[in-house]
């Protein structure tokens, strides 16, 4: 998901917001100051309930904040590599590079996140207990009741067993181990979450329908964001079910055209952008290396007194930041990072010798089903 605001690193992993979380900040402060508070703890002057519920909706998403850098955390111990943590409208997702190595990895980096909003749910509980205890006001003790209760909610809704909440990685982690097949999880586990998702939907329209209560479109939302992931993860788990061992060489595109971090924005355009039709090209150093990923839509923002002086390595996704394959590994281990939209990377040797898009694992695909 691409960041609207970078906030820095933590752990080395890059952090920040997309557009979207304005939209959950305005409302959590709304309904905060306006019915949850004024409700528990009446008779308070407005700027108190206001003030608070901005201070509150500020350490619920540092929250969420906390349960994604889990996932990442605990996913980088395992050598899996993360290309960011956004927070956005829907909450947060840790984005990784990798797939787990094994389902015990996948288990522990699963149950890091729903872990880590119980731990937060039970420090502001022991917030709320202190401030009852120290008589602080009880506008305050109202919102720390609040935030332990959402982060208990939180864990409990992402245990739910359906990729891609973190219950669905979690069951895909336990069929794994059973099974020892983790296609077959994992295609059970989108099944669910696609399941879940439509149950979410449906109830989230009955109760716009027959009670009035526009909450029930976020509750809609939510299922259809779980549907579509859902899907994702399917399709994702196809891709590999059917390209079973066939190495990454025979289905890349091996004459990718490329840019070089060192080229202007204007010339990258004028040479390399204009002679096809791609939406993202890799970038290869002059000794042959991969060098990062720059998409159209990032070298469309550079303003155009600036393309002539611009390097792309300014505009670029970093190398760091790119899923780069081996050209012998299995061409299944690409499919969740081509699911996501994202343009892999072929190396040997450490050269970059092709690359693999969307386009190239569909026909892949396709010709797998008439072999």
């Not at 937060?120 to 917030?127: E, L």
């Not at 979450?193 to 439509?198: Q, T």
């Not at 394959?325 to 299995?330: D, H, K, N, Q, V």
């Not at 386009?359 to 010709?367: C, I, Q, S």
Request: glycine share 8%.
């Amino acid at each position: 998901m691409t960041q609207t605001l970078r906030l820095g690193r933590v752990a080395g992993i890059p952090v920040g917001v997309h557009w979207s979380v304005l939209v959950i900040m305005a409302l959590l402060v709304q309904g905060l100051a306006t019915t949850v508070l004024p409700a528990s703890a009446p008779g308070q002057p407005a700027w108190a309930y206001w003030s608070v519920a901005a201070g509150a909706s500020v350490l619920f998403l540092l929250s969420l904040l906390a349960h994604e850098l889990a996932h990442a955390i605990v996913a980088r111990g395992f050598g899996i590599r993360v290309q960011r943590v956004t927070l956005w409208l829907l909450g947060g997702v840790a984005e990784l590079t990798d797939e787990a190595p094994h389902p015990r990895a996948d288990l522990l980096v699963a149950a890091s996140g729903p872990l880590t909003s119980v731990l937060a749910g039970a420090t502001f509980a022991a917030g709320v207990v202190a401030t009852s205890a120290l008589g602080a006001p009880a506008v305050l003790t109202a919102a720390l009741i609040w935030l332990a209760l959402i982060n208990g909610v939180l864990a409990v809704f992402n245990l739910l067993p359906g990729a891609p909440l973190d219950g669905g990685r979690v069951l895909r982690a336990i069929l794994w181990r059973v099974h020892g097949d983790r296609d077959r999880a994992s295609l059970a586990a989108a099944r669910a979450g696609h399941g879940i998702g439509l149950i979410l939907v449906i109830a989230g329209l009955a109760q716009v329908l027959f009670t009035g209560q526009l909450r029930g479109l976020w509750l809609a939302l939510v299922g259809w964001f779980l549907v579509s992931a859902a899907t994702s993860e399917q399709a994702s788990a196809r891709y590999r079910a059917l390209l079973g061992k066939v190495p990454v060489r025979e289905i890349m595109n091996p004459y990718p055209l490329a840019g070089r971090p060192e080229q202007t924005v204007g010339d990258f355009t004028r040479t390399v952008a204009a002679r096809a039709h791609h939406r993202a090209f890799p970038l290869r150093d002059w000794y042959g290396r991969p060098a990062g990923v720059v998409q159209l839509a990032d070298v469309a923002r550079v303003p155009a007194d600036a393309r002539e002086s611009t390097p792309l390595s300014d505009v670029a996704t970093q190398p760091d930041l790119v899923p780069v394959i081996e050209a012998s590994r299995p061409a299944a281990e690409v499919a969740p990072a081509v699911a996501r939209g994202s343009l892999v990377l072929v190396v040997e040797d450490d050269l970059l010798v092709g690359v693999v898009s969307e386009a190239d694992m569909v026909r892949a695909t396709e010709l797998a089903r008439q072999s």
